[in-house]
């Protein structure tokens, strides 16, 4: 599976941008579909995921504020992101837990104060 990541860009604080991540192949059998992000100097973080069944999980820094979403017919991965502040920060990245776990490029997300 090949995973292509868009949508990153400046936004101020506040504001919302919306990810996404486009699938080669046909997405709707892999069980876990994930977004992540990483600082230079850190850990790459996971931010959200989603399961086959829709079922989702977020880290507590965006819950109630970023929101994933799949679509199966269009093979591709979203991330809603409202309410931006400068912390969230950071090259963005989709994942694809088949397994193995494939990863897309990064998109960058920049939000300024």
Not at 57 to 64: K, T
Not at 82 to 102: F, G, I, Q, R
């Amino acid at each position: 599976v090949q995973l292509q990541a868009s949508g990153g860009g400046l936004v101020q604080a506040g504001g919302s941008l919306r990810l996404s991540c486009a699938a080669s192949s046909s997405i709707f059998s892999i069980n876990e579909m994930h977004w992540y992000r990483q600082v230079p100097g850190k850990q790459r973080e996971l931010v959200a995921a989603i399961t086959s069944g829709g079922r989702t999980m977020y880290a507590d820094s965006v819950e109630g504020r970023f929101t994933i979403s799949r679509d199966n017919a269009k093979n591709t991965l979203y991330l809603q992101m409202n309410s931006l502040k400068p912390e969230d920060t950071a090259v963005y990245y989709c994942a694809a837990v088949v397994p193995p776990t494939y990863w897309g490029q990064g998109t960058l997300v920049t939000v300024s104060s």
